[in-house]
């Protein structure tokens, strides 16, 4: 084929098209996978988090504008608990979820990290079962801990959550997490109202990098 402009052009169309089909295909075929995952990580989380249920009702509420899930979970009938899938912008390498286990009693009954995207061996830590940040909320109300303006914070900022070493602005994400988790369980299982002030819900100032 004699090279034309014409022809160039043609053949970098023909290739554009091709690949842009192949990238849509395996989205499709990548797309429903993802999901069931990403489900079945959630269900997982509930078991974790919750004391025994068989059977959960879900409602959603606006917390900042970030959408937040409350599950409310059931035994024969009678609350066992809830679940709170909570978010944090404010770690140090971007989002932080956590799906967060309250008692029938209000008391914090696990805390399962479904997404980071921490400093590895620093932040990520957050994910190991023994972390002081769980050890900090694991068993207790809430509300008898050391609080700051109303709010759970970590000992650097005048809380009595013990932060990662090395780690504060991390810390700080998942705490704020928790503390939008907790109003989140107010809001459902109380009938308090949850926070809608955001600089409430911020973490203390973030000074420094992650090596603090």
């Known amino acids: 084929m004699k090279s034309t402009l014409f022809n160039m052009t043609a053949v970098l169309l023909g290739i554009t098209f091709v690949a842009s089909a192949g990238v849509g295909l395996v989205n499709?075929?990548?797309?429903?996978?993802?999901?069931?995952?990403?489900?079945?990580?959630?269900?997982?989380?509930?078991?974790?988090?919750?004391?025994?249920?068989?059977?959960?009702?879900?409602?959603?509420?606006?917390?900042?504008?970030?959408?937040?899930?409350v599950y409310t979970a059931t035994l024969e009938g009678q609350v066992a608990g809830y679940a709170v899938e909570a978010v944090s912008k404010?770690?140090?390498?971007?989002?932080?979820?956590?799906?967060?286990?309250?008692?029938?009693?209000?008391?914090?009954?696990?805390?399962?990290v479904l997404k980071q995207t921490e400093?590895?061996?620093?932040?990520?830590?957050?994910?190991?079962?023994?972390?002081?940040?769980?050890?900090?909320?694991?068993g207790f109300d809430l509300s008898t801990k050391k609080l700051v303006n109303g709010r759970l914070a970590v000992t650097k900022d005048g809380g009595d959550v013990d932060a990662l070493t090395a780690a504060t602005i991390s810390s700080r994400a998942y705490v704020d997490a928790?503390?939008?988790?907790?109003?989140?369980?107010?809001?459902?299982?109380?009938?308090?109202?949850?926070?809608e002030n955001q600089s409430a819900n911020e973490p203390a100032a973030q000074e420094g990098g992650e090596n603090e």
């Open 178 to 195: 928790i503390n939008r988790a907790w109003d989140a369980y107010k809001s459902v299982a109380q009938g308090a109202g949850a926070a």
């Open 28 to 69: 499709m075929i990548t797309v429903d996978p993802i999901a069931q995952a990403e489900q079945a990580a959630k269900t997982a989380a509930l078991t974790e988090v919750l004391p025994a249920f068989d059977k959960t009702e879900t409602s959603v509420l606006t917390l900042d504008e970030i959408p937040t899930t």
């Open 119 to 138: 400093t590895p061996g620093l932040g990520t830590n957050m994910t190991k079962e023994d972390n002081p940040l769980l050890k900090g909320v694991k």
């Open 90 to 112: 404010a770690g140090f390498g971007g989002e932080i979820r956590l799906m967060v286990g309250f008692t029938a009693e209000g008391k914090v009954n696990n805390v399962n």
